[in-house]
């Protein structure tokens, strides 16, 4: 087997198990390892680290199967995907929720791999050489693990593939091609997905049980739903009795489902409204115009997405955030996330802070959110922690 050979002084963050070997780290190469291709990971004394996959195009060159000396096969492969399915028992016996993810890349020892399943559909995400070299492997194993499911769609159209070398790769990878629309259910609320050309593999499963939470306070609120995409937030407040939902989002085609699935779900008086605009300008006009919500949910998407850019970022949250604080009732709350992983919980803290000073307004913290339990973080793989959020109420 080809293998290679690490600095001594790069050896550190191996021996603490994080998954990533970055090119400085290495030594030398021994053998022509193909991309995707496993190799044996020495330490400058010539003992074996561990086993993981050789991309040569990425700044990340390695990234680990394992800590040990066991070659990685076919049956290793099956095995990571089973475990990663197995240890979703809870959500596949929970008949209220029939879309979560199964596999979610380091945090279940597959780098380079996200599995979603809607309803009766698999959508997989190769984003690295490794998960992209056992493809066929990963697609009969959810075969024989989920015997029933109609088709797997492949969704590998992110950006960071090119950092791999790898095109982007859209298309059927097993079984029927999905339709337009799927339907899932989540928690007793009814969305549309639409897997082939929504964002991500088509829905923010990592906000379940957040909005979930939010449920809890929605009865009756007037609610501002900013960054709504096909609805989410906004949905899962009426499904809960809200007076009134305004959802405010720049992409047409999220509107035209978030509209399908308010109508799927119209179950009282809720009045809602959609606004495509950008956040920005639409919360200033709201603020013009002197509107007011008891309970506004602002769920921006990634703005930093480089350490260069986390200042632009920071300012961009307290932008939006003394916003909806200016927008809010005496006693309402806010819902305010941050999916940036580099912007840390304690940096988008004090942002957030900073932002009801700026308001004048004091608040408390109801609850510290994070994505949902499907979505885990590796123990020594903090990157795997990216959504972060606070449930905050304004004190009178
Ligand atoms: N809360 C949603 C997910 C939000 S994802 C859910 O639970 O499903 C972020 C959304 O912000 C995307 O739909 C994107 O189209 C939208 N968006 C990005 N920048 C925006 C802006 N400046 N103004 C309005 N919407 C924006």
């Known amino acids: 087997m080809d293998s290679v050979v690490l600095n001594s002084k790069r050896e550190f963050s191996l021996v603490r198990r994080h998954p990533w070997i970055f090119s400085g780290a290495i030594q030398r190469v021994l053998g022509g390892p193909q991309p995707g291709e496993t190799v044996q990971v020495l330490s400058d004394d010539g003992d074996i680290m561990g086993m993981g996959a050789y991309s040569p195009s990425s700044q990340i060159r390695i990234r680990m199967w394992h800590f040990g000396d066991l070659p990685v096969t076919t049956d290793f492969i099956v095995n990571r995907i089973g475990q990663a399915i197995g240890s979703r028992a809870y959500y596949f016996a929970d008949g209220g929720t029939n879309a979560f993810r199964l596999v979610n ?22 984003s690295a050489a490794g998960a992209e070299y056992w493809k066929q492997t990963v697609v009969d194993a959810l075969n024989r693990f989920l015997p029933d499911c109609k088709g ?22 097993s079984g029927e091609e999905p339709p337009d629309r799927i339907e899932i259910i989540e928690y007793g609320c009814r969305y549309f997905v639409d897997v082939k050309n929504g964002h991500k593999t088509g829905f923010y499963l990592d906000q379940r049980e957040n909005r979930q939470l939010i449920k809890r306070y ?3 609120a007037e609610v501002l739903n900013a960054f709504s995409y096909t609805g989410g937030f906004g949905i899962a407040a009426m499904s809960a009795g809200a007076a009134s939902v305004t959802h405010v989002d720049l992409s047409e085609p999220a509107l035209v489902l978030a509209r399908e699935n308010t109508v799927l779900n119209e179950c009282c008086a809720t009045k809602s409204e959609f606004v495509n605009g950008n956040v920005f300008s639409v919360l200033r006009q709201f603020r013009a115009e002197e509107r007011k919500f008891d309970f506004i949910v602002l769920d ?17 949250y307290k932008d939006i955030n003394l916003l909806g604080m200016q927008l809010l009732r005496p006693g309402g709350m806010i819902a305010t996330f ?11 803290h004090k942002v957030v802070s900073d932002a009801a000073v700026d308001a004048g307004k004091d608040f408390q913290v109801v609850a510290r959110l994070s994505q949902s339990q499907d979505h885990p973080e590796g123990l020594s793989f903090p990157e795997g922690l990216y959504l972060k959020g606070l449930l905050l109420r304004v004190l009178g």
């Open 338 to 348: 941050s999916c940036s992983g580099l912007m840390t919980p304690d940096l988008f």
């Open 218 to 220: 929605s009865n009756g």
């Open 300 to 316: 921006p998407p990634k703005f930093a997405d480089s350490k260069g850019s986390l200042m632009r970022a920071a300012r961009g």
């Open 105 to 126: 890349a380091e945090a279940d020892g597959f780098p380079g791999l996200v599995v979603d399943k809607y309803a009766d559909w698999l959508v997989c995400q190769f």
């Open 152 to 173: 797997i769609y492949e969704r590998s159209d992110v950006d960071s593939r090119a950092h791999e070398g790898l095109e982007p790769k859209v298309g059927v990878l």
